[in-house]
Nanobody, 127 residues
């Protein structure tokens, strides 16, 4: 069981930046692969990014490549999502999630297998 709490959401202008944080309460945080997802109004939840337990492998959905950066800090038990060059399409509720690490290319889809979820944080990008 992993308990996750997100923070850092809010209002940003087009072209601006926000950094989301997701902190785990369990010391075993470091063994999990971590991911960020988002869900916009009227749309399905979408995978955004993931990072391996050692931080060495990351994955991104095409729409955020070059703009978003996922990272993690083991000592702080926190995963971050740095979001730059924001646009209106990034408006959504962002949630972090954790899944067991099975190695590279184990899961069929980047979004598969995430078993533990935070409550989400709202990101709104306005022009």
């Amino acid at each position: 069981q992993v308990h996750l709490v997100e923070s850092g959401g809010g209002l940003a202008q087009t072209g601006g930046s926000l950094r989301l944080s997701c902190t785990a309460s369990e010391p075993t945080f470091y063994i999990y692969e971590m991911g960020w997802f988002r869900q916009a109004p009227g749309k399905d939840r979408e995978f955004v990014a993931s990072v391996s337990p050692n931080g060495g492998q990351t994955n991104y959905v095409d729409s955020v490549k070059g703009r978003f950066t996922i990272s993690r800090n083991r000592a702080e038990k926190t995963v971050y999502l740095q979001m730059d060059s924001l646009n209106s399409e990034d408006t959504a509720v962002y949630s972090c999630a954790a899944r067991a690490w099975r190695g590279t290319n184990y899961y069929t889809e980047l979004s598969d297998g995430f078993a533990y979820w935070g409550q989400g944080t709202q990101v709104t990008v306005s022009s």
